[in-house]
């Protein structure tokens, strides 16, 4: 059965760095792509980051790009995303799914973790 469990979420400061983890099992890893997606209260789930298991290719959200990168470990069966330069507005749970086409909206992903909290104070 296909699993996907979030991590490394948790309470940080503005500007503070927060690396979240993804470890999946029941996939196969060269046919899917893996993204982030991100809730806050009253908001509607976003795309965050998504990347191409085979071939490393990768989509951010205009919001987050410069700042947040995605990153896989084969080996390991896990996603990465390594969030820097974080500000209150990054705060929301925090979503690892995956998709078997490469797109950014939430309703083309098959599978989902069920989050972690990032909370950033200011």
């Known amino acids: 059965q296909v699993q996907l469990v979030e991590s490394g979420g948790g309470l940080v400061q503005a500007g503070d760095s927060l690396r979240l983890s993804c470890a999946a099992s029941?996939?196969?890893?060269?046919?899917?792509?893996m993204g982030w997606f991100r809730q806050a209260p009253g908001k509607e789930r976003e795309f965050v980051a998504a990347?191409?298991?085979?071939?490393?290719?990768?989509s951010y959200a205009d919001s987050v790009k410069g700042r947040f990168t995605i990153l896989r470990d084969v080996a390991k069966n896990t996603m990465y995303l390594q969030m820097n330069t974080l500000k209150p507005e990054d705060a929301a749970v925090y979503y690892c799914?995956?998709?078997?086409?490469?797109?950014?909206?939430?309703?083309?992903?098959?599978?989902w973790g069920q989050g972690t909290q990032v909370t950033v104070s200011s």
């Open positions: 799914a995956a998709s078997t086409v490469w797109r950014t909206d939430p309703g083309f992903y098959d599978y």
């Open positions: 029941g996939l196969p890893f060269s046919s899917y792509t």
């Open positions: 990347i191409r298991w085979t071939g490393d290719i990768t």
